[in-house]
């Protein structure tokens, strides 16, 4: 998570606008996933990582978290989140994954929404995780799906030539690194991993799945976003929730 592309003005003020409007992937698909999985969280010391503009810390807090470190490499983003989302059980810290420096044993949940596709060193940063939780402590994070981070060409989806899309395009599935798109800007930098590599990633240093989601739109969510209904097709997203057991 090196690159702060949120810092970057006209990305940031696209990408806000997006998550302001409540009819999106995040709102619909992603978030109440994540809310379902979350253990519980009275009187329990949270984690955020990447936690934005602060709005699943603020909901950690307002539903028992005793307290919520939440940290982002991004001055905008925790900039929005004090305003937005401030509560007295959260305390928002600058500074990137890779760089934190997290006390041994000290969380009892850590949770991460779509930050770890942009990780180059995925299972030092997975190490350190074990290393913050107390035994027992839970992991959740989401992450794009392997599906969609593999294809390094821009054209994912393969159209007909009135642009309809015929079917989603997956290749170089195994040639795992490094990869860019645009996404607003041009050089957005980002990490694909397969399935399996996210998953040993957890097996190999101290975590047990318990449970692994790739979510699905209701329709309701349909309803609301009809393209969502692509989803069906493909999953955008991957929520892996894990147990530290041990240590690595």
């Given at each position: 998570?090196t690159q702060?592309?949120?810092d970057?003005?006209?990305?940031?003020k696209?990408y806000?606008?997006l998550?302001?409007n409540?009819v999106?992937?995040?709102?619909l698909?992603?978030?109440?996933e994540?809310k379902?999985?979350?253990?519980?969280m009275?009187d329990?010391?949270v984690?955020d990582?990447?936690?934005?503009m602060?709005?699943?810390?603020?909901?950690?807090?307002?539903?028992?978290?005793a307290?919520?470190?939440?940290i982002d490499?991004?001055r905008?983003m925790?900039?929005e989140a004090?305003k937005?989302?401030?509560?007295?059980?959260i305390e928002?810290?600058?500074?990137?994954l890779?760089d934190?420096?997290?006390?041994?044993?000290?969380?009892?949940?850590v949770?991460?929404?779509l930050?770890?596709?942009y990780?180059?060193?995925?299972?030092?940063?997975?190490?350190?995780i074990?290393s913050a939780?107390?035994?027992?402590?839970?992991?959740?994070?989401?992450c794009?799906?392997?599906?969609?981070?593999?294809?390094?060409a821009s054209?994912?989806?393969?159209t007909?030539?009135?642009?309809?899309?015929?079917h989603?395009?997956?290749?170089?599935y195994?040639?795992?690194?490094?990869?860019?798109?645009?996404?607003?800007?041009?050089?957005v930098v980002?990490?694909?991993?397969?399935?399996?590599?996210l998953?040993?990633?957890l097996?190999?240093?101290g975590?047990?799945l318990?449970?692994?989601?790739?979510p699905?739109?209701d329709e309701?969510?349909i309803a609301?976003?009809?393209?969502?209904?692509?989803?069906?097709?493909?999953?955008s997203?991957?929520?892996?929730?894990?147990?530290?057991?041990a240590?690595p």
């Amino acid at each position: 998570m090196t690159q702060n592309i949120y810092d970057n003005e006209v990305f940031f003020k696209n990408y806000r606008a997006l998550r302001e409007n409540p009819v999106n992937y995040n709102e619909l698909l992603e978030q109440p996933e994540i809310k379902r999985m979350l253990p519980d969280m009275n009187d329990k010391r949270v984690l955020d990582i990447g936690c934005g503009m602060g709005s699943l810390a603020y909901y950690c807090a307002e539903n028992g978290a005793a307290s919520v470190t939440a940290i982002d490499p991004s001055r905008n983003m925790l900039q929005e989140a004090k305003k937005r989302n401030a509560h007295a059980a959260i305390e928002y810290i600058q500074t990137t994954l890779e760089d934190a420096v997290f006390a041994r044993e000290n969380y009892d949940i850590v949770v991460s929404l779509l930050v770890m596709h942009y990780v180059a060193d995925y299972e030092a940063v997975i190490r350190s995780i074990h290393s913050a939780l107390k035994e027992d402590g839970i992991l959740l994070f989401s992450c794009e799906h392997p599906i969609i981070t593999a294809r390094k060409a821009s054209d994912k989806w393969i159209t007909d030539a009135e642009g309809h899309r015929l079917h989603f395009a997956v290749d170089d599935y195994q040639d795992q690194g490094r990869r860019e798109q645009k996404w607003y800007v041009d050089g957005v930098v980002y990490y694909h991993r397969s399935f399996a590599a996210l998953c040993n990633g957890l097996l190999q240093n101290g975590f047990y799945l318990e449970e692994i989601n790739e979510p699905i739109p209701d329709e309701a969510a349909i309803a609301k976003l009809p393209r969502i209904a692509h989803e069906l097709r493909r999953p955008s997203f991957l929520i892996l929730k894990a147990r530290k057991t041990a240590h690595p």
